[in-house]
C-alpha cells in the first residue's frame, strides 16, 4: 500500500512566524493531494489541496508546493496566529476502479502558535 | 453546503450494550466512509459505501455493523464491543470520481467502551 511520512510531528512556532510541514510519498500514481486541519474534539477539515497537474496553490496565509518528480509535498502557513494551533494531516488519493476514494494519511503534525 | 452531521457527539456503552451511530449529508455525494480514529495518530479507514452498497471492508471486526440505507445516511451498529474500540468514529463522504474527489468529515462520535 501507499506510505507516506509527515514531518516533523510536532512545531512550535511564534505567533507571527512560518510554519511548514512536509510530507513524502512512495507511489507516483497518487494524482490527489489534501490537507486537513484537526482541532480538539473535532473532526479534520480540509484546508487546502492541490492535484498533480499544479506545483503549487495559495490561499490567504496558506501555500501548498508539490514536487511530483521528489515525491514530496508540503504546507506552508505565514503569519501564524494562535487559532492555527491543531493538529495537522497531509493525505493523498487514488482514484478506485469504483470509483471512491481511498484515503492515506500522514502521521500528523501539531502545530502549536505561541503568542 | 459542507457539512456532515453525526449523532450522538459521545456514547458511553458497555461491553454487552448494543448501539447505534449515525452520519448524514445532504451534499449529494454518492460515497460514504467509516473512519476510527484514536488519540494523536491519523484517521484509519474502516468501511467505504458507493451508491449504498458495501465497496470496502477493511478487515474490521463482525462487532461493527455498517449500513446505508439511502444516499444520504450512513449508520454503524455497535455490539459487543471491547474497551480497545473505544475511539472517535468518524463519517465522511465525497463525490464518486476518479480524479480524486475531496472527502468532507463529520465531527465524530466519541465512543467509550467500559
Known amino acids: 500500500g501507499e506510505n507516506v511520512e509527515q514531518h516533523p510531528s510536532t512545531l512550535s512556532v511564534q505567533e507571527g512566524d512560518s510554519a511548514v510541514i512536509k510530507c513524502t510519498y512512495s507511489d507516483s500514481a497518487s494524482n490527489y493531494f489534501p490537507w486537513y486541519k484537526q482541532e480538539l474534539g473535532k473532526g479534520p477539515q480540509l484546508i487546502i489541496d492541490?492535484?498533480?497537474?499544479?506545483g503549487e496553490k495559495k490561499d490567504q496565509r496558506i501555500a501548498v508546493t508539490l514536487n511530483k518528480t521528489a515525491k514530496h509535498f508540503s504546507l506552508h502557513i505565514t503569519e501564524t496566529q494562535p487559532e492555527d494551533s491543531a493538529v495537522y494531516f497531509c493525505a493523498l488519493l487514488l482514484g478506485d476502479s469504483g470509483g471512491y476514494q481511498k484515503v492515506t494519511f500522514g502521521t500528523g503534525t501539531k502545530l502549536q502558535v505561541i503568542p | 453546503d459542507t457539512e456532515v452531521t453525526q449523532t450522538p457527539k459521545h456514547l458511553v456503552m458497555g461491553m454487552t450494550n448494543k448501539k447505534s451511530l449515525k452520519c448524514e449529508q445532504h451534499m449529494g455525494h454518492r460515497a460514504m466512509y467509516w473512519y476510527k480514529q484514536k488519540a494523536k495518530k491519523p484517521p484509519e479507514l474502516m468501511f467505504v459505501y458507493s451508491y449504498e452498497k458495501l465497496s470496502i471492508n477493511e478487515s474490521v471486526p463482525s462487532r461493527f455493523s455498517p449500513e446505508c440505507p439511502n444516499s444520504s445516511l450512513l449508520n454503524l451498529h455497535l455490539h459487543a464491543l471491547q474497551p480497545e474500540d473505544s475511539a472517535l468514529y468518524l463519517c465522511?463522504?465525497?463525490?464518486?470520481?476518479?480524479?480524486?474527489?475531496?472527502?468532507?468529515f463529520g465531527p465524530g462520535t466519541r465512543l467509550l467502551v467500559l
Open positions: 465522511a463522504s465525497s463525490q464518486v470520481g476518479l480524479a480524486g474527489e475531496t472527502q468532507y
Open positions: 492541490i492535484r498533480s497537474n499544479v
